[in-house]
């Protein structure tokens, strides 16, 4: 039976059959097609325009102390460099490691393609010193007692510098920071904080002069406490007369040495209570 004897309805369903079946066709094209196409141009985008080609390509926002080029030789960015190939969590460690950084923030964006450096600068807030492989070495800190060295360029510091750290060290830096937030306890007379190399701290103030705190332990608040009660107090009690040694490393029984106060006489044996 040829097609034209079909009966009407079956030449229907035929011919709509027919063109689905190319319009699915037509449909497979499209989709190849635009897939190559969008390849194509991902692909273009990877390789061409999503790339740093330049140090103007990297934006540092947010610091007085840094600029572009000590962030690209901290972070030893190489042009051209892909920005797939740039990881933020390695640039975040090499920035806070090698320049005066408290806070870093590091963005890659696409139109057009940058890198966005957003940096917040430590703050100096007293001197410090250490000892290093060549001998003495002298710096800042800052609030969180991070070491701050003087060759870090551009750095300028700011605010109340009168306080000196002598003998920073890494493993105190926690102690250093919890001194640093009560320093307005003593009502800006704290000079000096020495760590000393057989493990005692000491403070030195305008009023009282050097205070010996004993080791750096879990005890160090209450003698800071203490430390300060007696820095308000004693200067009015001993009119003047200020005390040689301030020994707090039992801070619930402080000893102190006054010049021209002799110590209390020894009982001798078998005396009276």
Do not use: C
């Not at 009966?7 to 897939?35: C, I, T, Y």
């Not at 640039?91 to 870093?104: A, G, H, I, K």
């Not at 009282?208 to 406490?225: A, F, K, S, T």
Request: proline fraction near 8%.
């Amino acid at each position: 039976m040829s097609g034209s004897s079909l009966p009407p309805g079956v030449l229907r369903r035929k011919l709509l059959r027919q063109q689905r079946r190319a319009e699915r066709l037509r449909n497979l094209w499209r989709m190849a097609v635009f897939s190559a196409i969008a390849a194509g141009l991902g692909y273009g985008l990877l390789r061409q325009g999503w790339t740093l080609r330049g140090p103007a390509q990297v934006e540092v926002v947010g610091s007085q102390l840094v600029d572009r080029q000590q962030v690209i030789r901290a972070t030893g960015l190489q042009f051209p460099q892909s920005l797939l190939t740039v990881q933020p969590r390695e640039l975040d460690r090499d920035l806070r490691s090698s320049l005066p950084v408290e806070q870093v923030r590091i963005s890659r964006l696409m139109l057009p393609p940058r890198l966005r450096v957003e940096l917040v600068d430590r703050e100096a807030v007293a001197r410090a010193e250490r000892r290093g492989r060549t001998g003495l070495e002298q710096g800042y800190i800052d609030r969180q007692g991070h070491w701050i060295g003087v060759a870090a360029e551009g750095l300028v510091p700011r605010g109340d510098l009168s306080l000196r750290v002598r003998g920073w060290n890494e493993r105190y830096r926690s102690a250093l920071t919890e001194i640093l937030a009560r320093r307005e306890a003593f009502a800006g007379g704290l000079q000096e904080v020495r760590f000393a190399p057989d493990g005692n701290l000491w403070l030195t103030t305008r009023e009282l002069g050097p205070m010996r705190l004993g080791p750096v332990d879990d005890r160090l608040g209450r003698r800071l406490e203490v430390a300060a009660h007696l820095n308000a107090t004693l200067p009015k009690q001993l009119k003047g007369r200020a005390p040689t040694l301030i020994d707090l490393s039992d801070p619930e029984q402080p000893e102190l040495s006054v010049p021209g106060v002799a110590p209390p006489p020894a009982k001798k044996p078998g005396a009276d209570p």
